[in-house]
C-alpha cells in the first residue's frame, strides 16, 4: 500500500513541476499570457471531451453523467460567486486571482476519481497501475501550468503557486488511499465523480479561461487553445 501511495503522490506532484517551469518564464506579457490561457483551455478542454466524459459514460448511466455534469457545473458557479465576494475588484489583478483559484478547484476535483483510478488499477494488475501512474503524472504537468499562469498574472507569489499546487497534488493520493480502502470501486460514484469535474472545468473554460485570453490576444488564445487540445490529445494517444 505505502508504495502505491508513493507513486500516486508523485503523479500528483506533477502539477507543481508544471506550476514551476511558469514560475521560471519571468513577468507575462499580454500575448504570452493569452497563449498560456489558450493553452490552459485546450489541456482541460481536451482532459473533458477525450477523457471525463467518456470514462463516465463507460462507468456509468447517462443520467448519472448528466447529473454530474450539472452539479459539477452549478458548484462551481456557485464558487465564483463566493470568490467574487472573497476577492472582490474588477481590475485584471483580482479577476486572474479568482480564475486561479477556480481553475485549482477544478483540477482538485478531477484529480479525485484519478487517485481511485489508480487504485482500481493496482487492484486489477501490477502492470496497469504504473501506466495509469504515468499517465496522471504525465498530463498533470499542463494543468500545474493552467493554474499558475493566472496566478502570476494576478500578482501571487511563487511560494503561494507553489503551496497551492502541492495542496491541489495531494488530491491524488487522497483518492488512492479512498479507493484502497473501499477495495471494490462503485462504478456509479466514478462515473458521477468524473462528470462533476467535467461540468466544473467546462464552467471554467467558457466563463474564465477563453474570455480572458481572447480578450488580451486572439490570435494567440487562439494558437494557444488549439496547441493545448493537441498537446493533450497527443498525450493520450501515447499513454
Given at each position: 500500500m505505502v508504495e502505491i501511495l508513493l507513486q500516486s503522490t508523485v503523479a500528483g506532484l506533477g502539477t507543481c513541476?508544471?506550476?514551476?517551469?511558469?514560475?521560471?518564464?519571468g513577468p507575462m506579457r499580454s500575448g504570452v499570457l493569452s497563449l498560456l490561457?489558450?493553452?490552459?483551455?485546450?489541456?482541460?478542454?481536451?482532459?473533458?471531451?477525450?477523457?471525463?466524459l467518456p470514462t463516465s459514460l463507460h462507468y456509468g448511466q447517462?443520467?448519472?453523467?448528466?447529473?454530474?455534469?450539472?452539479?459539477?457545473?452549478?458548484?462551481?458557479?456557485?464558487?465564483?460567486?463566493?470568490?467574487?465576494?472573497?476577492?472582490?475588484?474588477?481590475?485584471?489583478?483580482?479577476?486572474?486571482?479568482?480564475m486561479g483559484y477556480l481553475i485549482a478547484l477544478g483540477i482538485a476535483l478531477h484529480d479525485l476519481p484519478e487517485g481511485i483510478a489508480i487504485a482500481a488499477g493496482y487492484s486489477a494488475s501490477t502492470a496497469l497501475g504504473p501506466v495509469l501512474v504515468l499517465a496522471i503524472g504525465m498530463h498533470n504537468i499542463p494543468e500545474g501550468m493552467a493554474t499558475a499562469a493566472p496566478l502570476k498574472a494576478g500578482g501571487a507569489s511563487g511560494r503561494l503557486v507553489l503551496?497551492?499546487?502541492?495542496?491541489?497534488?495531494?488530491?491524488?493520493?487522497?483518492?488512492?488511499?479512498?479507493?484502497?480502502?473501499?477495495l471494490q470501486v462503485s462504478k456509479e460514484m466514478?462515473?458521477?465523480?468524473?462528470?462533476?469535474?467535467?461540468?466544473?472545468?467546462?464552467?471554467?473554460?467558457?466563463?474564465?479561461?477563453?474570455?480572458?485570453?481572447?480578450?488580451?490576444?486572439?490570435?494567440?488564445?487562439?494558437?494557444g487553445l488549439v496547441t493545448g487540445f493537441l498537446f493533450m490529445y497527443g498525450l493520450h494517444s501515447l499513454l
Open positions: 513541476l508544471g506550476a514551476g517551469a511558469v514560475l521560471l518564464f490561457l489558450g493553452f490552459a483551455s485546450g489541456i482541460m478542454a481536451a482532459v473533458v471531451i477525450i477523457d471525463l447517462p443520467v448519472i453523467c448528466i447529473l454530474g455534469f450539472l452539479t459539477g457545473f452549478l458548484f462551481v458557479t456557485g464558487m465564483d460567486y463566493f470568490m467574487g465576494k472573497a476577492i472582490p475588484g474588477h481590475r485584471l489583478q483580482q479577476i486572474y486571482l479568482r503551496a497551492l499546487n502541492a495542496l491541489v497534488s495531494l488530491v491524488t493520493p487522497l483518492g488512492t488511499l479512498l479507493g484502497l480502502f473501499i466514478n462515473a458521477l465523480l468524473l462528470a462533476l469535474a467535467a461540468g466544473a472545468m467546462i464552467y471554467i473554460i467558457l466563463e474564465k479561461l477563453l474570455p480572458a485570453s481572447i480578450g488580451n490576444n486572439g490570435f494567440a488564445a487562439l494558437t
